[in-house]
């Protein structure tokens, strides 16, 4: 199978100078992905747009909540095959990124994603995301500006989660699917109680003529 935007000027005009690393990642989640357990049967044909462009369409949210900071750090929580952390780590080589993932198989993914994408902008930690607050706690972590998630757990959960990650005034974002804000509405005590705050849907441009994704942004107070 080919992937139907294979060869696409779409590609190059979102991704640009990413785009030759992502290639290189495409490839490996093409032969790959479906047999490791990192993608569907049925995205093996779809990798640019589901995976690869989808992780993508957070990278301007990401810019903006770091715009003009001194520490541009980004903890990715639940990194699995790499959605969102190894694209947005492609596409901000200035950010520097932690992959948070308990599962060794997929560690041992990531590992051989980073070596052969060749980014030096990311730390691999196998681990829950509790684990890595507890460090925060302790002053050995510090907190992070941004964290990122994509198809983690529903926003109850979620802000438990990743919100403790967070410095005061950081962001949480969060891909999610068409029902984020009713996720939002269910959430909403379990966000204001771990220090979230203007919990927000906003519908994020993916490509032309591609349908748009759904993302969640929350600040920390």
């Known amino acids: 199978m080919t992937d139907a935007l294979e060869g696409s000027p779409v590609l190059s005009e979102i991704l640009r100078d990413t785009l030759p690393q992502l290639e290189l990642f495409h490839k490996k989640l093409e032969s790959e992905g479906e047999p490791r357990g990192l993608i569907g049967p049925r995205d093996v044909d779809i990798i640019w747009e589901r995976h690869i462009l989808n992780s993508a369409a957070i990278v301007p949210y990401v810019q903006q909540s770091t ?29 520097q990124f932690t992959l948070i993932e308990p599962m060794e198989r997929r560690i041992d993914w990531l ?21 890595v607050i507890a460090q925060v706690r302790k002053h050995k972590i510090h907190p992070f500006a941004v964290v990122t998630c994509r198809a983690v757990a529903p926003m109850t959960k979620l802000s438990g989660w990743t919100l403790p990650l967070l410095k005061p005034s950081g ?5 999610k699917g068409r029902s984020a804000q009713v996720e939002l509405d269910k959430a909403k005590d379990q966000i ?8 927000r849907v906003v519908e994020a441009p993916v490509g032309p003529d ?4 759904h993302v969640v942004i929350v600040d920390k107070r």
């Open 171 to 175: 962001q949480l974002i969060a891909l």
């Open 192 to 199: 204001g109680r771990f220090g979230g705050r203007n919990a």
């Open 111 to 131: 590992t051989e994603c980073v070596d052969l994408m060749g980014l030096n902008n990311v730390t691999l930690v196998r681990g829950r995301s509790d684990e």
């Open 210 to 213: 591609l349908e748009p994704t």
């Open 67 to 95: 715009a003009g900071a001194r520490f541009k750090t980004v903890a990715d929580v639940g990194s699995g095959g790499g959605f969102p952390g190894l694209v947005a780590a492609a596409c901000l080589p200035d950010h």
